[in-house]
């Protein structure tokens, strides 16, 4: 299913590669076999890879020394795989646009590799209307910020700092587009390269608790809503007019 495993591991230096490589490099039955970095809330058990029905739900493999690109192989999970976590590790080159088709997918990590290029608004996002959390912080991907990314129905968590994302921040966000009402309750943007103002709309996201916008290159004024809803935010007070708001640390 992966696709070249062999060349996506590195056991050089990570302790928990070796555990990888014996689930996942095999041809044992994935729903008892495949290991995953994903803790049971109830009883800190590793969780299921399966769901009930037997199919592949969850793919949690963090911090276990993967190398090379991402599959887009994955996307022949779509009817099943709701959470794909691959964060701290030394993956490389762009997310596939099959990824659009994983029309299943809640949640979406991939925070702390390698992974460049621009995010595909109408193709890799539009068709994810589940989605709930995206982490694509510390890679190297740019380019602007994509209008669906911020009006998608089920988002709550958009976390995609330390990258090299350019333009301004689409007015979009807020939800004007589909006309519901945002869900979002974080946002952090930090540490890219955006300029323009604060949208009136982001800000305005009533279920709005964290915006953080830190090390980038807006300027104007903080929006009014954002003073008096006690939303935490973080911006650079050398371009952004923030007399109001606590500064919250990124």
Known sequence: MMGNNEEMIDTSNDPNSDAVRSTWMGYDDECTEWASTEANSNNNDKKQTCNENG????????NVGLTGTLAPELALLSDSLQSLYLTKNKI???????????????????????????????DLLGPLVKLEIIGLGGNKLSG??????????NMIYINIPYNDFTGSIPSTWGGGVTGEAS???HVSLAMNELTGTVPDELAAIES?????????????????FVCTSGVAFGVDVANVTDTNTTRTPM
Do not use: C
Request: proline residues 9%; positive net charge; without cysteine.
């Open 183 to 185: 869900k979002l309750k």
């Open 92 to 122: 490389h080159g762009t997310i596939p646009l099959a990824y659009g088709k994983m029309t299943s997918l809640k949640r979406l990590q991939l925070s702390r590799n390698s992974l460049e290029g621009t995010l595909n608004g109408p």
């Open 208 to 224: 709005l608790d964290n915006l953080f916008l830190t090390g980038n290159n807006l300027f104007g004024s903080v929006p009014s």
């Open 144 to 153: 602007p910020l994509p209008e669906q990314l911020g009006y998608m129905p």
């Open 55 to 62: 199919q592949v739900h969850s793919i949690h493999l963090e």
